[in-house]
């Protein structure tokens, strides 16, 4: 693979700005599971959805409680995974920020050799130059080995910072990374997980007293972590109780934190408590109140309260509501007040979901200062295959589309020709993108698909107007490609239906025969299909492509009855109708094959 632009540089050293410049890798982008799973979680804001991405594969989705607190199980997997995520509001909004996620464990397949290599210039100031370049290989299934060199020209005393990685599977729950970079620090972490979903996280970094590379002065840092998820039928919450400490050359300083989030119903609650302690100071303690509920009417309520323990004051508080209206239009209304500097803000904002865009404003007061923002977005989507033009209210910049393109495949080349009718209210059904049809040229449109991605695509044949037509294949895979639609021309055929019957003649009468089977052959006598005729003997067999056939009673069936028929076979031919063809006539009689009388031998004695 091959990265141009703004590059993901995974750095040891402190880089605040972008790197523009080149990665190679030989990284797959595919989805390769290893075992276990790494606890995520983070903060966003209330009520949205956060969707999982690992390697451009969506993995999983969650939603953030009142607090916009969210966690994930990411699954541990085989690489250098890229891990993203995404917002999506409640109203609809959809925050194209991904941000990148690093997972301290990663693992290599046996005797497997990845590396990466990156280079380019920090859109900074001085315009330094970057470069690294970082190998792994997989040593055995529980050991993972690793190493590199990184290279940032602002560094004046040791531009040059080598290191060496490890990651290591002590037991199936018990997980181990460890990281040297010379001159800068040592790291390492430990995740043990209880068979109750228990986990506990360590971790700890010494610095070198000297390093320049990382933009500030501590000595140690020291972490550790319990959480404990509770799932039941109508109550889900999250428990999380963290303790961090920073050694520095002057002081050191604790921080803890407790984090409760659950559900129940339709109310979600998050109360997160802080602790600093510094030494020769008063810990100071507060603690946060976030309650969200969604009453009838599509309003919903939120409510946030800081509470500061030192003083026994609250600290600040939120009230918010939210209220759709007009079907696609959207109000918000909220109101913060700060009582330890007494600050206030009110804020009235409103949005419309237009078809090609969506746009809004937002108004906000604090003290004597009046802010007003005004806001559209949207994009644009041209394919010129198809002559398709048009503007969507959602970001599709980097997504991918296709096209299917239905058709009446008159000579059964797979080919839409000239000439070949298009064919209307056919259904598809997948796992994602969103689906637009054309009632002019019948084409039937999948966008806003992610990127390197394989999509199954399901067609349903009962949908056609017409029995007489068959898809030639009704499961698709298609890899999607960013900042493009492709073109998927889907064949149907239009089969015949052949006719006739099975009559047997007893005492100069003619009497049906039942469950005598017909056998049909194409034009090479290749065997196509067959039937078995019914008790007043009519048969018919349906799904003939148009094309010359030949239709015979089966031989070993008359073999065992001891019959023969008149005529021994008819030869005919399926059109190409639109509607299908129909071709009857076939009647075939059916007699006693006559017995052959056998000589007594003579006796010559």
């Not at 993972?144 to 910072?161: C, D, K, N, Q, W």
């Not at 895979?477 to 099975?502: H, L, Q, R, S």
Request: proline fraction near 4%; hydrophobic fraction near 35%.
């Amino acid at each position: 693979q091959i990265s141009a632009g703004k590059i993901v540089t995974n750095a040891t050293a402190s880089i605040f700005n972008p790197v523009v410049g080149v990665q190679f890798t030989n990284t797959p982008t595919t989805f390769r599971r290893s075992f276990g799973s790494y606890t995520l979680s983070d903060i966003t804001e209330p009520g949205w959805v956060v969707e999982l991405y690992v390697n451009n594969v969506m993995i999983d989705y969650a939603k953030a409680d009142a607090a916009g607190f969210f966690s994930f199980e990411v699954p541990l997997v085989y690489g250098n995974s890229m891990i993203k995520l995404k917002f999506y509001g409640p109203w609809g909004e959809e925050r194209t920020r991904e941000q990148n996620i690093t997972i301290p464990f990663s693992f290599i397949p046996v005797k497997k050799l990845e590396y990466t290599l990156s280079a380019g210039m920090v859109e900074d100031t001085l315009h330094s130059q970057f470069s690294k370049v970082g190998i792994n290989y997989g040593l055995s299934r529980r050991i993972t080995l690793g190493g590199g060199v990184e290279y940032l020209s602002s560094i004046e005393t040791a531009p040059i910072m080598p290191y060496l990685n490890g990651t290591f599977r002590l037991a199936s729950n018990i997980l181990l990374n460890g990281e040297y970079s010379h001159g800068i620090r040592s790291k390492g972490s430990l995740s043990y997980r209880l068979p109750s979903s228990i986990e506990l996280n360590l971790s700890y970094v010494k610095y070198e007293k000297e390093q320049k590379a990382i933009n500030y002065n501590y000595l140690e840092e020291r972490k550790i972590s319990i959480s404990t998820p509770i799932r039941l039928r109508h109550f889900n919450s999250y428990n999380r109780i963290s303790v961090k400490q920073l050694i520095l050359p002057t002081t050191k300083y604790t921080t803890s934190e407790w984090l409760f989030s659950g559900s129940l119903f339709k109310v979600n609650v998050n109360i997160t408590s802080y602790a600093f302690f510094i030494p020769g100071n008063k810990p100071y303690v507060y603690s946060s109140f976030s309650l969200s509920y969604r009453l009838p009417r599509d309003i919903t309520i939120t409510s946030q309260l800081q509470y500061g323990y030192a003083d026994n004051k609250l600290i600040s508080s939120k009230l918010g509501l939210e209220k759709r209206l007009f079907k696609h239009g959207f109000l918000q209304l909220s109101y913060e007040q700060n009582f330890k500097s007494n600050l206030y803000m009110g804020e009235l904002g409103f949005r419309y979901d237009f078809d090609f865009s969506q746009s809004g404003f937002t108004t906000r007061k604090s003290d004597h200062a009046v802010t007003l923002v005004q806001y559209a977005t949207g994009s644009l989507i041209y394919d010129r295959k198809t002559k398709y033009l048009d503007a969507d209210k959602l970001t599709s910049v980097s997504k991918g589309g296709i096209s299917f393109v239905p058709f009446i495949d008159k000579n059964g080349n797979g080919k839409l020709d000239v000439g070949e009718p298009k064919v209307p209210g056919l259904n598809l059904s997948t796992t994602g993108g969103r689906i637009e049809r054309s009632e002019k040229d019948t084409i039937i449109r999948l966008l806003g698909l992610e990127p390197y991605t394989e999509y199954f695509i399901s067609l349903d044949q009962n949908s056609l107007d017409n029995i007489a037509w068959r898809l030639k294949h009704k499961t698709m895979k298609i890899a999607v490609v960013p900042n493009m639609i492709k073109m998927i021309e889907v064949p149907i055929y239009v089969v015949g239906e052949a006719a006739g019957t099975i009559m047997m003649k007893k005492r100069g009468k003619l009497f049906g025969l039942s469950r005598v089977i017909v056998n049909f052959y194409d034009k090479d006598m290749n065997f196509v299909g067959k039937t078995l005729s019914e008790p007043d003997g009519y048969f018919s067999y349906f799904g003939l492509n148009p094309g010359t056939y030949t239709a015979k009673v089966d031989s070993k069936q008359l073999s065992k009855l001891n019959m023969k028929t008149a005529p021994d076979a008819f030869n005919f031919k399926v059109s190409s109708v639109l509607e299908g063809d129909y071709v009857d006539g076939f009647d075939f009689i059916i007699k006693k094959k006559p017995k052959v009388k056998t000589e007594e031998p003579v006796n010559k004695e």
